[in-house]
């Protein structure tokens, strides 16, 4: 589950971090890294990098720039095919003395890399997601910059969401460092500067039947053809879970071959 946090190659001691309690990395659980790469090259045009884990693990290159990380460990460790962020915190065990102080669930962690450490959790509702103390890769400061990548929480609660993971990420805290929190179009908006990093929106049902309705961080990648996308992705064996237009743009939802959810937007001007 943390595929990806680890010693990606090119990391530079000098690189900017990460501002404190936003998501600076997604990662996929899979089962297969060369399907996993075939699908996710042709649907979001990625390129692959290797890591110095060995041959399961890879990076995701977009433009040259590192975006997302997958880790083929589904199956040995019997994990779910899943997308989940990762979030800066300066300590990560300070982040899960937090996490278990708020009822919530560590799950792995914190476990140690060479880059950093890792951990990750399920908040109150059961939504996963990670914390992440140490470097990153080389170039993953684009990532803020062009914003390809978005991650929404979809939580029964927005508001009640929105306090337990200000108090896990110091969301808000007046820090010059850390990020602000505002209410706006029924949706909990999270901002490092003047850059959105997340959203939470309220609605969704834990023992819901769909999973998709049930909490969970969305990994959302910004593409130029919504359209384009979802048909490469059909095309090698993904699944249309849904598709249409909000406040933000075109959108789908989308499994690929192993069910691994994930969204594509419309990229939006910069």
Not at 96 to 117: D, M, N, W, Y
Not at 187 to 195: A, H, I, L, Q, W
Request: hydrophobic share 45%.
């Amino acid at each position: 589950m943390a595929a990806g946090l680890t010693d990606t190659g090119g990391e530079r001691d000098d690189l900017p971090e990460s501002p404190r309690g936003a998501p600076c990395w997604v990662s996929l659980t899979a089962r297969d890294l060369q399907a996993s790469e075939k699908f996710y090259g042709s649907v979001l045009g990625w390129e692959f990098r290797s890591t110095t884990l060995g041959e399961h693990f890879a990076v995701a290159l977009k433009n040259g720039k590192p975006v997302a990380a997958i880790g083929a460990v589904a199956a040995d460790m019997q994990f779910a095919v899943v997308w989940t962020p990762y979030f800066a915190v300066p300590q990560a065990d300070e982040a899960a003395a937090r996490i278990r102080e708020r009822s919530a669930t560590v799950a792995l962690g914190p476990v140690a890399f060479a880059s950093g450490r890792a951990v990750v959790a399920a908040d109150r509702d059961g939504a996963v997601f990670g914390a992440w103390d140490g470097r990153l890769p080389g170039g993953w400061e684009a990532w803020h910059e062009c914003g390809p990548v978005v991650v929404r929480l979809r939580t029964r609660d927005a508001f009640e969401a929105a306090m337990f993971y200000g108090g896990v990420l110091q969301w808000a805290d007046g820090r010059p460092d850390g990020c602000t929190v505002s209410y706006e179009n029924d949706e909990v908006v999270v901002r490092s500067g003047d850059s959105i990093v997340a959203r939470l929106c309220s609605g969704a049902v834990e023992a819901a039947p769909d999973p998709t309705l049930r909490p969970h961080w969305a990994v959302q990648f910004a593409v130029d053809d919504v359209a384009a996308r979802v048909e490469a992705a059909l095309a090698l064996g993904g699944t249309l879970v849904g598709r249409g237009t909000g406040p933000h743009g075109d959108h789908a939802e989308l499994r690929d071959p192993d069910g691994g959810l994930f969204t594509i937007i419309a990229r939006r001007d910069q």
